[in-house]
Nanobody
Framework: QVTVVESGGDVVPAGGSLRLGCTTS????????MAWFRQAPGQEREGVGV??????????VYGEAVKGRFTISRGNAKNTLSLEMTNLKSEDTAKYYC?????????????????WGQGTQVTVSS
């Protein structure tokens, strides 16, 4: 059984920074594609960024809304991920989800990911 667990959500002031973490268990393989999504109330889930793990070298892609402000990196432990968020804005307020195992298609589509965590809330106060 695969589990995905996010951590680090908090209330932060606009312009502040926050780091989210994601740990997994039960995944087969030492290096699995992983990503972050977010969902604000009344809105669809949005792809924040993805880390594709390849033998030729990992590749990270970010959603347009967070480019230049957010950084995704793999942790030292197997199949862990972090999301470093800087210059936070009120529109970044959302529940953030870590996902694992890319099944194909567009990475920004929720249906492209097999395993989801329960999410962690990030609230940016203005």
């Amino acid at each position: 059984q695969v589990t995905v667990v996010e951590s680090g959500g908090d209330v932060v002031p606009a312009g502040g920074s926050l780091r989210l973490g994601c740990t997994t268990s039960g995944l087969i393989g030492d290096s699995v594609d992983m990503a972050w999504f977010r969902q604000a109330p009344g809105q669809e889930r949005e792809g924040v960024g993805v880390l594709f793990a390849r033998t030729s070298g990992q590749r990270v892609v970010y959603g347009e809304a967070v480019k230049g402000r957010f950084t995704i990196s793999r942790g030292n432990a197997k199949n862990t991920l972090s999301l470093e968020m800087t210059n936070l804005k009120s529109e970044d307020t959302a529940k953030y989800y870590c996902v694992a195992f890319f099944v194909g298609g567009l990475w920004t589509r929720p249906s492209a990911w097999q395993h989801w965590g329960q999410g962690t809330q990030v609230t940016v106060s203005s």
